[in-house]
DNA sequence: TGAGGTTAGATTGTATGCAATAGTCTCAGA
DNA sequence: TCTGAGACTATTGCATACAATCTAACCTCA
């Protein structure tokens, strides 16, 4: 395995369940299992620590962070702030494009980018292969946030939307299918230039997914799927 | 120097303004420059790639993030509602002892902690150094956060006030002195258990302190300090 | 029996050396 | 003069080897 993507790996196991938090991580055992030395593992280590997906002592070594599962209604509304802000500012941007006539050719990959995203989830709702949504759901939403231009929102929305995507962990959201359409509506108050309109509804639609992550979870108590 | 701290550094180089936005990172010369050798400098370029203080790409380098002055605002927004979250949370454990009468000995540590903090903020201000004034101030928020128990919430308060205190880089705050008292009546609506009023506390706290900022940088505007 | 010090093993931290890649510079050809 | 192909160099990515430190088991002694 390429070894410069060992981290998305561990990431992945840690996100998945697969790593449950408390587990220790020994860097030769890592090594030895994605058939790398303990070098990329060790720098891949640095970062899920400074992510907060695990936590180090020095000379002691790593354990996969607990769950932010008792923080669930923190998360979400720091998520609707931040995802308002990069919203407001990718429709700023897109009036400052629209006046000013600058070619940035970044923006304009990232733009085509999105309606390849938004085709792409339209298929995959048809065809009914609504596991393949959370990632494009995922995609849409990081690239709203690179048309902001911003590189500390960006790094913001990673280390927030990872432990967000933590919480799902281990249930398959069924929102998805309601709550792609929305994605248009926000991309053309951006494309707009409207910056309090797009950014109100980023976070009426990040909201949205809050209450239906709680009203599952409610379900899932109710039915006694835990305890 | 002990290569355990040699991301230390680095950040405070960057954020102190040392290093400027766009410097290329050559990771023999910084390995030179701290007489380590490369493995502790690359890992501390992992550390700040997350935290977003340094754009990094393979096999070319890394370079240091552009400053996030842009997003100020944003920042403070997000900002009052990540530290609202961690007065409130912490609030919850303090009632949920004062009831349930746990020990908790590492709650006792930090607690006991910010006592000496408050106090050595006094005293740094009767002697008039404000300069100390900053670092404690930015211990005071951390311990509430340690307060509040979640790993998530510290390691987002971790991430935004390093940006934070980025965008201070050139500037000496005055607020210190007018905002420190308010210290002490949101740990004391921690200490009592109320949660939505240490909420409300500790959100206003910031709020000022993001007015005091603008103000700050409306005066340097006014006064030519930069264009 | 138990408390405290001690040593062995395991694990992390770092240095060195080599492999892989990107950017640059040169030079031939049109 | 411009363009493109190719080698060259600087820099990053990684594997191996060794040093520093922690943890736990054991042993000593009261």
């Given at each position: 395995?390429?070894?410069?993507?060992?981290?998305?790996?561990?990431?992945?196991?840690?996100?998945?369940?697969?790593?449950?938090?408390?587990?220790?991580?020994?860097?030769?055992?890592?090594?030895?299992?994605?058939?790398?030395?303990?070098?990329?593992?060790?720098?891949?280590?640095?970062?899920?620590e400074a992510e907060g997906l695990v936590e180090s002592r020095p000379y002691v070594g790593?354990?996969?962070?607990?769950?932010?599962?008792?923080?669930?209604?923190?998360?979400?509304?720091?998520?609707?702030?931040?995802?308002?802000?990069?919203?407001?500012?990718?429709?700023?941007?897109?009036a400052a494009h629209a006046g000013g006539g600058e070619p940035d050719p970044r923006w304009?990959?990232?733009?085509?980018?999105?309606?390849?995203?938004?085709?792409?989830?339209?298929?995959?709702?048809?065809?009914?292969?609504?596991?393949?949504?959370?990632?494009?759901?995922?995609?849409?939403?990081?690239?709203?946030?690179?048309?902001?231009?911003?590189?500390?929102?960006?790094?913001?929305?990673?280390?927030?939307?990872?432990?967000?995507?933590?919480?799902?962990?281990?249930?398959?959201?069924?929102?998805?299918?309601?709550?792609?359409?929305?994605?248009?509506?926000?991309?053309?108050?951006?494309?707009a230039g409207q910056e309090t309109n797009a950014a109100a509804l980023m976070g009426a639609?990040?909201?949205?997914?809050?209450?239906?992550?709680?009203?599952?979870?409610?379900?899932?108590?109710?039915?006694?799927?835990?305890?």
């Amino acid at each position: 395995m390429s070894p410069l993507v060992v981290g998305a790996r561990i990431r992945a196991d840690i996100i998945s369940g697969v790593l449950e938090p408390g587990t220790k991580l020994r860097e030769t055992a890592l090594a030895e299992q994605y058939a790398v030395s303990r070098i990329p593992v060790r720098e891949a280590l640095r970062s899920l620590e400074a992510e907060g997906l695990v936590e180090s002592r020095p000379y002691v070594g790593s354990i996969v962070a607990p769950s932010p599962i008792e923080d669930a209604e923190d998360l979400f509304e720091i998520r609707i702030v931040l995802e308002s802000a990069t919203a407001r500012r990718a429709a700023k941007r897109a009036a400052a494009h629209a006046g000013g006539g600058e070619p940035d050719p970044r923006w304009r990959t990232v733009r085509k980018e999105i309606n390849e995203i938004l085709e792409a989830g339209d298929a995959v709702i048809a065809e009914g292969r609504f596991e393949d949504l959370a990632v494009l759901n995922m995609r849409f939403h990081f690239a709203i946030a690179e048309l902001s231009g911003s590189l500390s929102l960006i790094s913001l929305l990673r280390q927030i939307s990872g432990k967000i995507e933590w919480l799902y962990s281990l249930n398959v959201s069924r929102r998805g299918t309601q709550a792609w359409p929305e994605h248009r509506a926000i991309l053309a108050a951006v494309d707009a230039g409207q910056e309090t309109n797009a950014a109100a509804l980023m976070g009426a639609h990040v909201a949205r997914s809050r209450d239906a992550y709680f009203a599952m979870m409610a379900e899932r108590a109710e039915s006694g799927v835990d305890e």
